[in-house]
């Protein structure tokens, strides 16, 4: 599955990814391989990302909104 991170100024994240947590409105939420397409709004907080080697990184975001689509996510953030 495919991640993007974008902020007005910059793209803060792109590649390859196992899992992705994210800080939704109506509260936190994962997204895996195969995720239904969703489209939907984020508050400020961490995006916690495991990639395909088992590492973690983790982006502090002010809000923002999340697309998944046939395993491309991409995440419209405000800036970090």
């Given at each position: 599955?495919?991640l993007e991170i974008i902020t007005p100024?910059?793209?803060?994240?792109?590649?390859?990814?196992e899992s992705v947590k994210l800080p939704g409105s109506d509260g936190s939420?994962?997204?895996?391989?195969?995720?239904?397409?969703?489209?939907?709004?984020?508050?400020?907080?961490?995006?916690?990302?495991?990639?395909?080697?088992?590492?973690?990184?983790?982006?502090?975001?002010?809000?923002?909104?999340?697309?998944?689509?046939?395993?491309?996510?991409?995440?419209?953030?405000?800036?970090?």
């Amino acid at each position: 599955m495919y991640l993007e991170i974008i902020t007005p100024d910059k793209i803060i994240y792109s590649g390859d990814v196992e899992s992705v947590k994210l800080p939704g409105s109506d509260g936190s939420f994962g997204i895996l391989k195969n995720h239904a397409a969703i489209i939907a709004t984020l508050n400020k907080g961490i995006v916690k990302i495991v990639d395909n080697k088992k590492q973690i990184e983790k982006f502090e975001i002010n809000g923002g909104v999340v697309e998944v689509l046939n395993n491309k996510i991409i995440v419209l953030a405000e800036n970090a």
